[in-house]
């Protein structure tokens, strides 16, 4: 039987669809963190900016209401990164990413070694009751182990219990415009409801795929971190469409995903620092071009605020360059020649971001400065 192969433009297009980056989406915003199945949040901001470029008139007091309402929520999931993820999505996702934190766990060079031995239970109930009332700082959980366990490595107790509880970040931490320190509860005091005994993990693989599909099992790997995923899939290929790369990977896909025309139009898009998109294929291809490697917001020796898209690749980076003369100014920092049509197209999407972060201001000015 023939397998359809997909080129890389190709594989653009369609993870750009699912991503809601090819046209911006008339959804609500749970919806769409429920869609793209959470949000990277390892910088609080950075979900407000994802969503913005992705719905049409995103307001941010609609994130921010849900995270102090509880419909939403920001917890090591994924990667055992912070991500935002609705409350329903919150007591399976750390669910499933107990594994990934256990290996962490245990690995870890510092906390492994001062645990080896050591009876969690205690410290688990302990810490579960400590964070079941006020939200703790780590240097309050710290301190309540110290005295609890004297004898004990107490930062490496708080880590036990942020690998091992399901805790999430309290607000006002995450809401918009607001800075305040980390401090943590137990999803069960926060939600009235505990995490899932028994996740559906092959569920979430569907969703993945529905969201940043076409992919391979190592992509799928790469944006969750879980081992063991190609019996997953094995066991989800009736409910699946195959494919192959240019380089002969094998790809899959749900059923309906939607794969758009390799020469459907891209609009430019400004990324957060931490995009999913660009963090949950092991091959990366698809976004990022070979001799733009240095344009991703990733190991950049530079302050970068996200990635600039355009025509659904990776250009550059963007950065906030302060008030300038009484206007706000972004610049991007690009790989390669941008031709005029490009810049002028670039700098409409980055005025329309300036309005968003920076409301009221006099004027919006968009730089572009080149890498060497």
């Known amino acids: 039987m023939t397998v359809d192969v997909l080129d890389r433009r190709t594989l653009n297009r369609a993870t750009l669809a699912r991503q809601m980056l090819l046209e911006r989406a008339s959804l609500p915003v749970l919806d769409a963190v429920t869609h793209l199945v959470g949000l990277q949040a390892q910088e609080p901001f950075n979900p407000y900016h994802a969503l913005w470029s992705r719905l049409d008139r995103f307001r941010p007091e609609d994130l921010s209401e849900a995270l102090l309402d509880r419909r939403a929520v920001r917890i090591v999931v994924m990667r055992g990164t912070i991500h935002l993820v609705t409350a329903d999505d919150c007591v399976v996702l750390r669910s499933v990413a107990q594994p990934v934190l256990d290996a962490e766990l245990a690995r870890h060079p510092d906390y492994g070694p001062a645990l080896r031995g050591v009876d969690l239970e205690p410290v688990l109930d302990f810490g579960r009751e400590a964070l079941a009332g006020q939200p703790l ?62 996740p559906p993990v092959d569920e979430v693989v569907m ?71 660009l963090l949950s294929h092991k091959d990366r ?9 240095r344009a991703g917001p990733f190991g950049a020796d530079r302050k970068v605020s996200g990635a600039v898209l355009h ?55 968009v730089g572009f400065a080149a890498l060497a």
């Open 207 to 277: 969703r993945y795929f529905a969201a940043f599909g076409p992919a391979a099992v190592a992509d799928v790997a790469t944006w969750s971190r879980l081992t063991g995923l190609r019996e997953v899939v094995d066991r989800l290929r009736p409910r699946l469409r195959t494919f192959r790369d240019e380089r002969g990977r094998e790809l899959f896909d749900v059923e309906d995903g939607v794969r758009p025309d390799a020469d459907t139009p891209a609009p430019p898009r400004f990324l957060p620092e931490y995009d999913n998109v």
């Open 285 to 293: 291809s698809r976004f990022i071009p070979e001799d733009g490697a």
């Open 311 to 365: 025509d659904g690749m990776v250009c550059g980076t963007w950065r906030m360059d302060g008030d300038r003369d009484g206007a706000q100014r972004l610049v991007v920092d690009h790989v390669g020649r941008l031709n005029q049509r490009a810049r002028s197209a670039v700098a409409a999407e980055g005025r329309r971001l300036l309005r968003f972060l920076a409301p009221g201001a006099g004027r919006y000015d």
């Open 137 to 198: 700082s780590n240097t309050e959980l710290r301190a309540a182990m110290a005295t609890k366990f004297p004898d004990l490595d107490a930062a490496a107790l708080a880590y036990a219990c942020r690998c091992k509880l399901g805790l999430v970040q309290a607000p006002p931490r995450g809401v918009w415009g607001r800075r305040s320190q980390v401090k943590v509860v137990t999803v069960e005091a926060w939600l009235g409801r505990p995490l899932v005994a028994d």
